[in-house]
């Protein structure tokens, strides 16, 4: 995969893009990338280093480099270990969810609809 086009950081080996770490050897066809969302995972370097063109210390800049660029996101675990906020009014927002569907049909042939104002 060619590295994404907002590029924060390059290397020797990784670069620091706009959709995590990336290698900057196209040949490796984005099967190493390190995706923003996991750049806070534990074992990163340890699962890489068995591979024998792998460079531990441009990684480790570069995975310094992301998680300052990139913070980390708060567990869902703990997100849900919070208590739900109460309104004024003593009531929970949580919030009926919203679900949207054709019915089986094809979206094509449903009627139309618009706002007129």
């Excluded at 770490?21 to 066809?29: E, N, T």
């Excluded at 980390?72 to 949207?100: D, H, I, Q, Y």
């Excluded at 019915?103 to 007129?116: M, N, S």
């Amino acid at each position: 995969m060619a590295l994404h086009r907002d590029i924060f950081w390059i290397g020797r080996q990784w670069a620091v893009t706009g959709s995590g770490i990336q290698a900057v050897d196209q040949r490796l066809k984005g099967a190493f990338d390190v995706a923003r969302a996991a750049v806070w995972d534990d074992g990163l370097a340890e699962a890489l280093s068995p591979q024998p063109w792998f460079n531990a210390a441009d990684f480790e800049k570069a995975l310094n480099v992301a998680r300052a660029r990139f913070p980390a996101e708060p567990r869902p675990e703990a997100a849900a270990a919070a208590p739900a906020p109460k309104a004024p009014n003593g009531s929970s927002t949580s919030a009926v969810p919203l679900r949207l569907g054709a019915g089986g049909k094809l979206a094509r042939f449903l009627p139309q609809w618009r706002v007129r104002s």
